[in-house]
């Protein structure tokens, strides 16, 4: 008999929602999923059904009204303020559409940023970025400005910073976005190489269907719901 995936991520039932002026705008109205250790899984939908916001619920950068979120074991809901901030610190790693590289540093600097939050010294986090660079084949480029940068390079360059800390949960907002197909394709290659282990999970949300083909599952949403799974990625078309 087959031993169950264990869970990573699990969302029961989350309802999240904004001020509107003297009314509610609802961004999640009862969302739920799982999201398994060792698997990439991908959350797909139309703009405005959700999908960021849920994101930030499962980073614990929102707070949300109704449901359960557990990272890891840990429920988000029990944990203070400061103490979200530090588990988020220590396990999660964020890939962003735009990049958010400081453009005043370098490759090297702007990796080593989440070891030295973390305490590490300048001289071992920046021994540390310069290993995880050249990992992805950037080591030639570790006194480079973001400016000086392509953008896939400068995607490498992110993901480094995603993982330089070891995180075990590696969250993606649209990392595609921004590049063209060969780019794209080359960024997911990296990251299932790189992250995709059997004590991690990567949560990725997209509007590209470029890159479907890289999912171990996808989970579609829509107006604020979870509405379909998949674990095939080419049923997504069909469904």
Same mark, same amino acid.
């Given at each position: ?21 003297? *009314? ?19 959350? @797909? ?10 994101? *930030? ?11 359960? @979120? ?30 958010? /590289? ?8 702007? @990796?080593? &940023? ?12 920046? =021994?540390?970025?310069?290993? %995880?660079?050249?990992? %992805?084949? /950037?080591?030639?480029? !570790?006194?480079? !400005?973001?400016?000086?940068? *392509? ?7 992110? &993901?480094?910073?995603?993982? %330089?800390?070891? #995180?075990?949960? &590696? ?11 060969? *780019?794209?394709? =080359? ?10 282990? #059997? ?5 990725? %949300? ?5 890159? !479907? ?27």
């Amino acid at each position: 008999m087959n031993t169950p995936t264990p869970i990573a991520v699990k969302v029961d039932n989350v309802v999240k929602s904004f001020a509107n002026g003297d *009314s509610r705008t609802f961004a999640l109205k009862g969302a739920s999923l799982e999201a398994r250790f060792g698997e990439l899984l991908m959350i @797909v939908g139309p703009s405005g059904c959700g999908k960021t916001t849920l994101l *930030s619920v499962i980073c614990g950068t929102l707070k949300f009204e109704e449901g359960d @979120v557990a990272v890891f074991g840990h429920e988000l809901r029990a944990m203070r303020n400061g103490d979200i901030t530090r588990f988020r610190r220590e396990n999660i790693g964020f890939i962003f559409q735009q990049f958010n /590289l400081i453009p005043t540093l370098t490759a090297v600097e702007n @990796v080593s &940023i989440p070891l030295i939050l973390k305490g590490v010294s300048t001289a071992q986090a920046e =021994k540390r970025a310069c290993e %995880v660079l050249e990992k %992805v084949g /950037l080591a030639d480029k !570790y006194k480079s !400005y973001p400016s000086q940068l *392509s953008g896939g390079q400068q995607q490498r360059v992110a &993901i480094s910073r995603a993982l %330089v800390h070891e #995180p075990r949960l &590696i969250i993606c907002d649209e990392p595609t976005a921004a590049l063209d197909s060969v *780019s794209g394709h =080359k960024t997911l290659e990296l990251l299932q190489e790189s992250a995709v282990r #059997p004590d991690r999970c990567v949560i990725i %949300v997209t509007h590209d269907s470029r890159i !479907y083909e890289f999912a171990d599952r996808i989970v579609q949403m829509d107006d604020g719901r979870v509405v379909g799974q998949f674990d095939d990625p080419s049923q997504l078309s069909h469904a």
